[in-house]
């Protein structure tokens, strides 16, 4: 079991970056593919993107390919989402999941355990 907790969020202007960290408590990190989701205000969670358990593939929302990009850390049970060239339209509260087992997770309804959030705002 794990517990993922965000942070990193703020406010940037459009064109800046923010890196979101996400750590885990517990000791089976490893065993747990993770993704990043958001949700804008007045809109369902979506998703951004995901790493498998080795961190050896990933997978991208169309919207953030390019600009986003997931690593993860399994000694220190942290993964990471570097943000670059932010835009308006990814104002959102980001958040962190754990999905047991292989390969890549899509969909919300494979992730266990999910964080509280974190609040993006880009400016434009």
């Known amino acids: 079991q794990v517990q993922p907790v965000e942070s990193g969020g703020g406010l940037v202007q459009a064109g800046g970056s923010l890196r979101l960290s996400c750590s885990t408590s517990?000791?089976?990190?490893?065993?747990?593919?993770m993704g990043w989701f958001r949700q804008a205000p007045g809109k369902e969670r979506e998703f951004v993107v995901t790493?498998?358990?080795?961190?050896?593939?990933?997978y991208y929302a169309e919207s953030v390919k390019g600009r986003f990009t997931i690593s993860r850390d399994n000694s220190k049970n942290t993964v990471y989402l570097q943000m670059n060239n932010l835009k308006p339209e990814d104002t959102a509260v980001y958040y962190c999941?754990?999905?047991?087992?292989?390969?890549?997770?899509?969909?919300?309804?494979?992730?266990?355990?999910w964080g509280q959030g974190t609040q993006v705002t880009v400016s434009s």
């Open positions: 999941a754990a999905a047991p087992g292989v390969g890549i997770n899509k969909r919300e309804y494979e992730y266990d355990y």
């Open positions: 790493i498998n358990r080795s961190g050896g593939s990933t």
């Open positions: 517990g000791r089976t990190f490893s065993r747990y593919a």
